[in-house]
């Protein structure tokens, strides 16, 4: 779907690229944005026009965040979400860390090589309450940039997040626990959610990771077992075979009927990066609900929608239904926007070079969406659309193709700290 805005740049309800070319070609509106595409109606304001309500479901993630804009219909059996817009945002959390532990490296040299006499001073550093590590605050800040943006972008009414990854409240409820927790239920997917949490995504037996579980009960419930939580671990299948109708300790492992017991600690289920960016989304003014893991797999299990990061977005919450339409996905990768450091260093933290005091070259600066037009007779001849990285011999560099000149390059999209790709996603409903 395209984005599109009235003439006061207002949001108005997104359109298919076929009417948003109509709307181009007959000169009524013109093009806002590339990526994603975005066009400005010339001749309409918001006033005149009729907004339905849109949510913006995210699904957070450690490397990569779902998201998913769909427009709400409300229908008698409760809300039938269509998906107009699916994202994948990835994240660069772990490049974040790799380089302040590089940095610490270098301080750390040189303070050994310069002021070896100074006296030590250490447990002096104070963090401020709410404190997050900068990997996580970058992935935070990532998020929160898209639910601004997309803000602007459509007449976003609510947010719904997935914050948990299991409702600890329906686990808790004595009256619910021992019953139902079948397959298909919400409370079967809860709990399955939380053991996967408990045991690390391990088959308690034979610690076999990525292959489907079963849930296994440590003393059958042939032999008086319950179906409380305390009586369930995760097994491989093979796993769950082999013991059969045996107790956990006759098949040879006692420590899994303790572990069993053990509850998981509420620190573990309270992911601090996501309770952080429910706060800071609190901050866009718009309604949010936030939800459990168990229940976006419950959801995505009964209207049969494949794994992927923007389509487990789109199950996010309380729905009816989950329409993906036929949508592509985009793929927005954080690149940061430079750094400030000006010297390149080695391995072992020694000057090798020094970067450029202006980030920009010819107007042109690293990240910008350029299309560069090179004319034969040049290395590069042909012509390159995408992210640019300046040089200061004003050979710039596109993607692998290196010695662009940048007197052939124009901008399309000025750098926003974000790349952009489109990628098909696995089967939508
Ligand atoms: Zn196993």
Redesign the pocket.
Known sequence: MVFVLDKQKKPLMPCTPRRARLLLTRKRAVVHRLSPFTIRLKDRSVRESALQPVVLKIDPGSKTTGLALARVEATEEGEVHHGLHLAELIHRGEEVRERLRKRTGYRRRRRSANLRYRPPRFLNRRRAPGWLPPSLRSRMGNVLTWAGRYQHWVPMVRIDVERVKFDTMLLQNPEIAGIAYQRGELLGWEVRSYLLEKFQRR??????EQ?VFELDHVRPRSRGGSDQVSNLVL??????EQKGNQTAAEFGHPEVEEDARKPLKDAAAMNATRYALCEALRSLDVPITTWSGGRTRWNRDRFGVEKAHCLDALCVGELARAKSGRHRTMAITAMGRGRYSRTNVNDSGFPTGYLMRTKQIMGIKTGDRVRAVVPAGFAAHGTHTGRIAVRANRQFRLGKVQGIPARFCRVLQLADGFDYAIVETALHV
Request: with cysteine; charged share 10%.
């Open positions: 088959c308690v037996y034979c610690s076999r292959v097994a491989c299948h093979a796993c769950n």
